[in-house]
């Protein structure tokens, strides 16, 4: 049965993809989203079992090449130092992400002008405001108005409990004078929009059974289908095929018993994530786009930001509680944020602070740091570590450069048959030293706030997760994939609306951001319909 | 069933023995505090729930059982616990398999036992549904921070 054409197709249901197909759905237009993974089962999450932290190393686990799930795709990343990190389902990485959801800085629009490096946004913070501020009511964003280090905006719920943690490395940061605040969390800390208040579980990473973390199959999801939006689960996407005109004309896609099917539509938007949505565009060849579609720049896959993470923990003496409540949103401090000519990198990183880890968490990773040895001082080894132990995570600016991209792996495929991603990526001079810049600081503050011991670890293998760059926004065809508005310069039907557009990385968690620009974009759709394709 | 399978493979003394070796990777702790892991039954739900060791196991507790034969103990148990270690570091040597999944999974299946949860002063039970009391903390520990004049750049 020849399928009918939709208005628009959307490729991916996380982050980017929910918050679009919401905006959009306004417009009444015949809408389909196609996402290679299903919905979640929040009462099959972890938490709610003996084994919830084990889990985290299997089927919640967060390289997609260990968990291998059937709606996996492996990624070829044995030869970068940093391991992507990613999940596949509707509500894409939220539902594993810890919900720390910061804002950029105005200056992370204009790292080229001010700082001389990377390149400016062809957009600025003022454009992405309104859509913050939206974003936040969505999402549910929890804080404390009237940070210093950011222009005022809205909060909508309460802060995330600080718990003796918090005040315990806040003391620290005030003992040196440095900046901290309670995290902005999209964690319903009250009830908000249907969901259920967050009752400090701890192991948001591996979804939130409570309903209480904004993950956008509980977000913008239900909203957006009760709009009329089509979610067709277990599709994966094989290419975009593009018809006259260097139009794109829809997707070809494998559906949940693996039969090649259609989408034709008239719009297609990809929402993939920055190492999905290259992949996607390389696999998409034609006679006119023979190094793939949307890619006359080039730069497709080009220019892959992570954010470089350092992790540093201390010891205390002192029963800290670090087990209970979100593990990755607490206090967070943006004392090195802005350029400062006499450090010697340039641009800047957060601080966010960790909570502990819950009794195997601590066991294993003491097992693996020698800390908490086997035999006779095992006891003793593990009760000077467990719920003594908290720290946070440097993260750092990664900046543009062509070498670090996405390509396809010549023999690595997906379950369908599909071209893998590989990642080919090498830290940078100047995040090594604002690494290592990073990780005294934290030591410093760690120490500041009573911590006996402190260990770091730089940098983490483990945190591929903020994934940018590679599909990058710009006025300039030569230099840019897609425009100020998310529109391919190629292919005039054809957009891309997740973090691959982002010219610079900030040094900030990207979600929030990410979705803003969704919102915006989708925005810009509505209010261009007339002359969408000129 | 595969648990039954696997545990079938290892014999009661075995089991005995394999027990002993828990027992001195997470000992009891002093004053009777904290179990040993072989005390709590570890070998059987090892067995049970990781049904991939059973091997690499039975091939290590073959060593072991050798090395105490040339030494001429009858019971490991009964050594010294860093008797017991040197031992157990030298079947590592004999068989590098043996001891990396055995530690690991120990110690990430003893810290979920009941027992063990509660002589850490935990409840014995996952975060959900119930999670945990939180205090909100005091915010006016921020008093400082508020003073500071603007931290990000106008642009
Ligand atoms: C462990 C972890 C912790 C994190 N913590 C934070 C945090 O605290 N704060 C923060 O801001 N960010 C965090 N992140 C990052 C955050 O999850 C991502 O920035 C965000 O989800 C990206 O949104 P996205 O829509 O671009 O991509 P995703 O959310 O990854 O969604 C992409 C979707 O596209 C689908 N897809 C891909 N290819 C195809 C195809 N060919 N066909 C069909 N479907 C396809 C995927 O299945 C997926 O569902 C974290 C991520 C992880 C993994
Ligand atoms: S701590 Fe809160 S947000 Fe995190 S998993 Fe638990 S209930 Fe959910």
């Not at chain 1, 010697?344 to 693996?368: K, L, N, Q």
């Amino acid at each position: 049965m020849p399928e009918e054409t939709a208005d628009v197709v959307i490729v991916g249901a996380g982050a980017a993809g929910a918050a679009f197909a919401w905006s959009l759905a306004e417009t009444r237009m015949k809408i389909v989203c196609l996402e290679q993974g299903g919905w979640m089962n929040p009462a099959e999450y972890p938490s709610s079992r003996a084994d919830w932290e084990l889990r985290g190393f299997g089927d919640f686990g967060l390289s997609p090449n260990a968990r291998g799930r059937p709606e996996d795709y492996p990624i070829n990343d044995a030869e970068s130092p940093i391991a992507i990190s990613n999940f596949n389902a509707v509500g894409g990485s939220t539902i594993l992400y810890a919900a720390h959801f910061p804002r950029f800085h105005p200056s992370d629009f204009r790292a080229h002008t001010l700082d001389g490096v990377g390149d400016d946004w062809p957009i600025q913070y003022e454009t992405l405001e309104p859509y913050y501020d939206e974003n936040a009511r969505m999402m549910g964003v929890a804080g404390l108005a009237g940070d210093p280090a950011y222009p005022p905006k809205q909060v909508p719920l309460p802060p995330v409990p600080l718990g003796k943690l918090g005040e315990t490395l806040g003391r620290g940061f005030n003992r040196l004078g440095w900046h901290w605040w309670p995290s902005d969390s999209a964690i319903a800390t009250v009830e908000h929009a249907g969901r259920a208040p967050c009752v400090n579980l701890g192991p948001c990473l591996t979804g939130c059974a409570q309903g209480a973390k904004g993950s956008t199959d509980v977000t913008y999801w239900p909203e957006a289908v009760r709009r009329g939006v089509e979610l067709r689960t277990h599709c994966r996407v094989r290419e975009i095929t593009v018809g006259e005109n260097d139009m794109a004309d829809g997707v070809i896609y494998y559906d949940a018993e693996g039969v090649e099917r259609r989408q034709k539509a008239e719009v297609v938007v990809i929402a993939c994530n920055g190492v999905g949505t290259p992949r996607l565009l390389l696999n998409s060849r034609t006679a006119h786009f023979p190094e793939g579609i949307a890619n006359r720049s080039g730069l497709v896959g080009r220019n892959l930001m992570f954010h470089p993470y350092a992790m540093v923990q201390g010891v205390f003496d002192e029963a800290l509680d670090g087990y209970k409540g979100p593990m990755g949103c607490c206090i967070m401090s943006q004392e090195f944020y802005e350029t400062d000519p006499g450090r010697d990198f340039v641009r800047g990183y957060s601080f966010e602070i960790t909570r502990g880890m819950g009794p195997v968490g601590a066991a294993i990773s003491g097992m693996s740091s020698g800390s908490v040895p086997w035999g006779p001082d095992h006891h003793r080894s593990y009760a000077d570590l467990f719920n003594r132990t908290t720290g946070m995570v440097v993260i750092c600016e990664d900046l543009p450069e062509p070498q670090n991209r996405v390509s396809l792996d010549p023999e690595l495929t997906d379950s369908n048959g599909i071209p893998a991603p590989k990642i080919h990526y090498r830290l940078s001079e100047n995040s090594e030293r604002m690494l290592e810049h990073g990780v005294a600081r934290g030591r410093e503050v760690l120490e500041a706030a009573g911590a006996r011991e402190t260990s770091a670890q730089a940098p983490l293998p483990f945190a591929g997760w903020h994934l940018m760059g590679t599909a990058r926004m710009g006025s300039d065809p030569s230099r840019s994939v897609v425009n100020e508005w998310g529109r391919s310069h190629d292919v005039r039907n054809l957009f891309i609306i997740d973090g691959s557009i982002f010219v610079t990385a900030g040094a900030v968690n990207p979600t929030n951001t990410i979705q803003a620009l969704a919102l915006f974009i989708a925005d810009q759709i509505k209010q261009r319909l007339d002359s969408l394709f000129d | 069933m595969a648990a039954d399978t696997a545990s079938s493979e290892i014999s009661e003394t075995q089991m005995r023995l394999f027990a002993g070796v828990l027992d001195a990777i997470i000992p009891p702790g002093e004053g009777g505090a904290h179990p040993g892991a072989g005390e709590i039954g570890l070998g059987e739900i090892l067995l049970q729930k990781v049904p991939e060791l059973t091997p690499v196991l039975v091939q290590g507790l073959a060593v072991l059982r050798e090395e105490l034969e040339n030494r001429q103990v009858a019971d490991f148990a009964a050594l010294a616990e860093d008797e017991k270690h040197a031992l157990l570091e030298q079947v590592g040597v004999r068989e590098p398999g043996f001891l990396p999944g055995l530690l690991f999974h120990t110690y990430a299946n003893y810290y979920q036992q009941p027992r063990v949860l509660e002589a850490l002063g935990l409840e014995a039970r996952p975060p959900y549904p119930r999670g945990y009391e939180l205090e909100a903390g005091d915010l006016n520990l921020l008093d400082p921070v508020r003073k500071r004049p603007r931290l990000y750049r106008r642009c």
